[in-house]
């Protein structure tokens, strides 16, 4: 699709789709690679202010209808930092509305190019900050959670029989408790690898103490000094699985204490009288964002790959031993150990 295909469209197009009053759109698009403002300043710069009404004016600020061969298109914002693309094929078109949707991000995208000095311009000095609320983030998820547990453990029941289940958005919020949970697995790895196998010249509550206190990467670190389970003295840092996990616990170390991040603090710019807030750059060396509004089920995956990656160059720097040992006791549920001489053995 060529920039010059794509036209001004009228809104009442939208009467040839419309069926007893409800809209059949046939695919909506909602891109990542450009933000509102781009898309806006791209769209009034070719075709003038905002042609459309026909839009939800609680959730957005503006809309384009516009129109190519193929199709025609719904452009608007949503809830300021994201923007959408419906597509209603025209007829006789045999693409598909996915296809045709993102031909259309293609145009858009090469036309933008155009303002991006602009736009960089404008966040260096920004009319304003929008910041996200760690408190409202955490408590929502603590409370969606929670509501879960109550449905899972009573389901409503309807007087047919039916079970209600009403778990519509909830996954982002088991997405944000599952990665901590991950993070915190770690933590009880390496617990479990103090107490089981901590030198017995070093069993004293002081040093207990000490221990407890240290970051999980510095725990990592000390482990084959204090333990007596490792074939090395050390655990090398330089490693892939010690650096990504080191990456991922410094950003566990920002969601579990809800630090007000950078990606948290998003800059607003308004331009005719439209407000438009600018995502923040949250990506991350490890593929994870380093703001946990955004978290998704591939992150969680990630989070989990990072991990255990961990846990398997901790568990291969063991000797032979003790690695057939802690194998074999560290997804027991209970671990029954006796005590000899102040020494503690697994039994």
């Known amino acids: 699709m060529k920039w010059n295909q794509i036209t001004l469209a009228g809104e009442n197009f939208i009467d040839e789709y419309s069926d007893g009053g409800a809209v059949k759109r046939n695919f909506v ?6 933000s509102p403002y781009q898309v806006y300043k791209t769209l009034k710069e070719e075709f003038g202010p905002p042609n459309s009404t026909m839009f939800d004016d609680i959730k957005s600020q503006w809309e ?9 298109f719904e452009i608007y914002d949503w809830k300021v930092f994201t923007w959408s693309i419906g597509v209603y094929l025209k007829k006789g078109v045999t693409n598909s509305a996915e296809d045709v949707a993102n031909n259309f991000l ?14 960089k311009a404008k966040l260096k000095e920004p009319d304003g ?10 408590r929502e998820t603590a409370d969606s959670i929670f509501e879960l547990i109550i449905e899972l453990k009573e389901p409503k029941q309807h007087e047919d029989g039916r079970i209600e289940f009403g778990g519509w958005m909830k996954h982002y919020d088991l997405c944000r408790a599952a990665f901590i949970m991950y993070l915190s697995s770690v933590e009880g790895f390496v617990n479990l690898i103090y107490e089981l196998y901590l030198r017995k010249e070093l069993r004293e509550r002081r040093i207990y103490d000490r221990i407890s206190r240290e970051q999980i990467d510095l725990k990592l670190r000390l482990a084959p000094v204090y333990c007596e389970c490792f074939k090395e003295d050390v655990l090398k840092p330089d490693t892939e699985a010690f650096k990504e996990f080191h990456s991922l ?14 990606p948290m603090m998003n800059p607003v710019i308004y331009e005719d009288d439209y407000e438009f807030i600018i995502d923040s750059d949250s990506n991350t060396s ?3 964002p380093s703001n946990f ?3 998704e089920s591939n992150h969680v995956q990630r989070a989990k790959e990072i991990t255990q990656n961990l846990i398997d160059y901790v568990i291969s720097s063991m000797a032979p031993r003790y690695r057939r040992e802690f194998e074999y006791v560290m997804d027991q549920e209970l671990i029954k150990v006796e005590y000899e001489d102040d020494q503690l053995y697994i039994s």
């Open 106 to 119: 293609k145009a858009i995208e090469k036309q933008a190019s155009k303002y991006n000095s602009e736009l």
């Open 64 to 72: 384009y209808a516009l129109q190519s061969p193929e199709a025609y």
């Open 249 to 262: 616990a410094n950003l566990r170390n920002d969601f579990v204490h809800a630090n007000l991040t950078k």
């Open 286 to 288: 490890i593929a994870i």
């Open 293 to 295: 509004r955004e978290f």
């Open 129 to 138: 900050i929008v910041i996200e609320n760690p408190f409202r983030i955490y």
């Open 29 to 34: 698009l909602k891109p990542t690679s450009l």
